[in-house]
């Protein structure tokens, strides 16, 4: 059975919560939105459950990587049936404190399973696009030559 528009919605809801949690540096939360044996996917590694997961985003979060930093995802596509679905989205992080710039964007692939407490990702992989590395690798170059 197709997933119906509601699941779509649940899911579409539960991707943007998830960076609600993200920006508001609300850690317990954040991570609730994965199942108990859930793995967080990106550029930085892969963290497979809630501790691992929280252990990340905490160490990221005190790296000041999320300070000020406001996300917008976009470009949903949602496909599934019955309690399992795949999540295609686009991610762009603004900084919204400091002279409003994009700090970095990237791509969101989940699978996301219906729970007896709603839909919760089993994975959701992030992948930067390049450009952010780019960016880092021609400032500091442009650092250590002494402009």
């Not at 197709?2 to 920006?23: F, G, M, R, W």
């Not at 892969?46 to 990587?65: D, L, S, V, Y």
């Amino acid at each position: 059975m197709p997933l119906s528009v509601d699941d779509k919605l649940a899911i579409q809801e539960l991707s943007n919560t998830h960076v609600k949690y993200l920006d508001a540096h609300d850690v317990e939360a954040w991570a609730n939105c994965w199942l108990p044996d859930g793995k967080f996917i990106a550029t930085y590694g892969t963290f497979t459950g809630h501790e691992a997961i929280k252990e990340f985003i905490r160490g990221h979060i005190a790296a000041g990587k999320e300070d000020g930093a406001r996300h917008v995802l976009s470009n949903y596509v949602i496909e599934g049936d019955g309690d399992r679905a795949t999540v295609y989205s686009l991610v762009v992080k603004i900084q919204v404190e400091k002279a409003p710039h994009i700090i970095a964007s990237g791509v969101y692939n989940d699978v996301a399973v219906r729970t007896a407490d709603g839909w919760k990702f089993e994975s959701r992989q992030l992948d930067v696009d390049n450009g952010v590395f780019a960016a880092a690798a021609a400032a500091e170059q442009n650092g250590s030559s002494g402009r």
